[in-house]
């Protein structure tokens, strides 16, 4: 908060709120990352030898399972794969599938048949759904500093004396440039399109190496 008003941003502590999370929004629309740790549902594609690379830091993982049509499939034991995360120094961000373990009580899992490896080959899948916690554990300080300033550049934006401006969804500016109505416009249950720019090129310039193009997700909470 302290640094959108010194960014340039005015207000009440309720105004300035609206045009960080504007900003915010924009700056997940032009990044495709996250930021903070969010609990998300991912698809990805199965490599052959059962690695899914994912499209977002990983925190933590709660369920894999196989893309089936008409079938979701069957949730994989945490014996059955293995997370490695870019939070440790030369790390991925993966599920690594077959990792190993069996269950001789799930007909084709048995210890016999090749385990849960066995299994998920006989399966076909190649796609994995992967539920968990994705994002970074703390906002990076070039990122804070990119949201002050996209903050301060929209509420300026919005000011009555640029007829052109497209101001913030969300916010109302009165003749003497007075923000006079706040509300939620974001959106939680759904990700972000891809955006080109956050409506500021030196935004965009402080950002740049936050980039994260590929992958999509479904779902989220």
Known sequence: ????????????????????????????????????????????????EGLVLLPRRVRSVTSVAPVLDGD????????AYRVTSSDVLGGVDAVHLRWGGYDD?????????????????????EQAKVTGEFGYATVPP???????????????????????????PGLDVDDEGNNVRIEDTTDDTEPLPPSASTGSTQVDALLVGYLNRGHSLIGGI
């Open 105 to 125: 009580l799930i007909v084709g899992a048995e210890s016999y048949n090749g385990g849960w490896r066995g299994l998920f080959d006989r399966w076909g899948a």
């Open 142 to 168: 070039l990122v804070t500093q990119a949201c002050a300033l996209l903050a301060a550049h929209t509420q300026a934006a919005a000011a009555p004396s640029d007829a052109d401006a497209t101001q913030a």
């Open 72 to 79: 979701a499939g069957t949730s994989l034991p945490a014996t």
């Open 1 to 48: 908060m302290e640094q959108a008003r010194a960014a340039g941003a005015t207000g009440s502590d309720a105004e300035v709120a609206a045009w960080i999370s504007a900003a915010t929004e924009r700056i997940t629309a032009y990044t495709q990352q996250l930021f903070e740790p969010t609990p998300l549902v991912v698809v990805a594609d199965v490599a052959p």
